[in-house]
């Protein structure tokens, strides 16, 4: 998507979401296969034919997305217990290259289900845990990439995605008890979108404007400009880390921006600001240290 300023009009809606669905099984035993394929047809029709948005996006213009569920437990018939890892991109404006924009785990991700009663999402109520996850996800996924192309832009998604959250955590309709709608860990849903929405981690939403927008997007014709805005970006990212350690939120971007990061930097003939970058990002995400440092070499 390369403009935010979309043409309104039925003639051409196009939905949000170029979503790729893959439900694999582990150390688990369904006895008829084409369940598994069943619910993976049906969760990705879902992402892909649901209207998220009041906008229009041309067929060009959806967000992609891949999202990997492995089915770890089968507790009861019908009852699913799994992991899921969701990856957004994004391309690059006047290049072939996307970008991963988001990289995200949910280690439980855990749902009922059946093949006769079809996965159905309402925006103002509690369905099904499964459509719950569905949706909360792809409006995360549409805030965090209208974040990268507008200031602040995906504001209303992330109320979108609350409201999701608040009517699964306070549901009575089926016996899915999810803890993961009421924040009772430090890594669950409810604290990533409150990471999203805290006006004192502001800095990482501005960030992603100035590291795709103002970054990437500029890249091609004005590289040093781009690095600059770049640095800006990690600068206000690094405020989000000190303000909240071990936040999901920046733990995710690192792990989709690492290596992103080390080749956007290692052309630069700016060696003062290359000695910056892996001094402030040796501090902040330790863990992908050694790809910084080649930074320097």
Excluded: C
């Excluded at 998604?157 to 955590?169: H, M, Q």
């Excluded at 690192?254 to 080390?262: H, L, N, P, S």
Aim: glycine share 6%.
């Amino acid at each position: 998507m390369l403009a935010l300023l979309l043409l309104a009009g039925p003639a051409a809606r196009a939905q949000e979401l170029q979503a790729d669905v893959q439900v694999t099984t582990q150390n688990v035993t369904i006895t008829d296969p084409t369940l598994v394929t069943q619910m993976q047809n049906e969760i990705r029709n879902l992402l892909n034919t649901q209207a998220w948005t009041s906008q229009t996006y041309r067929p060009d213009e959806r967000i992609k997305v891949r999202m990997f569920i492995g089915i770890t437990a089968i507790p009861q018939n019908g009852t699913y217990n799994a992991t899921m890892r969701l990856i957004s991109t994004r391309p690059v404006y006047g290049t072939g290259y996307e970008t991963n924009v988001i990289s995200l785990t949910d280690r439980n991700f855990n749902f009922n289900y059946s093949p006769q009663n079809p996965i159905a999402f309402s925006q103002n109520s509690f369905t099904s845990n499964l459509a719950s996850l569905v949706g909360y996800y792809a409006y995360l996924v549409i805030g965090i990439d209208r974040d990268t192309f507008g200031r602040l832009g995906g504001t209303p998604y992330y109320e979108l995605a609350r409201n999701v959250v608040n009517y699964s955590a306070n549901q009575t309709i089926t016996n899915e008890v999810d803890e993961g709608w009421r924040g009772t860990g430090s890594r669950e849903r409810h604290f990533l979108l409150d990471n999203l929405t805290d006006p004192q981690l502001e800095a990482f939403r501005t960030g992603l404007y100035n590291y795709y927008r103002l970054g990437l997007d500029v890249f091609i014709e004005k590289p040093d400009e781009a690095r600059a805005s770049v640095m800006t970006a990690l600068t206000g990212i690094q405020k989000a880390v000190v303000t909240r350690p071990g936040a999901l939120l920046t733990r995710a971007f690192f792990d989709a921006k690492a290596d992103e990061i080390a080749n956007i930097f290692r052309t630069s003939s700016d060696q003062t600001q290359k000695q910056q970058l892996v001094t402030m990002l040796t501090e902040v995400d330790p863990g992908n240290s050694a790809k910084y440092q080649t930074v320097l070499k």
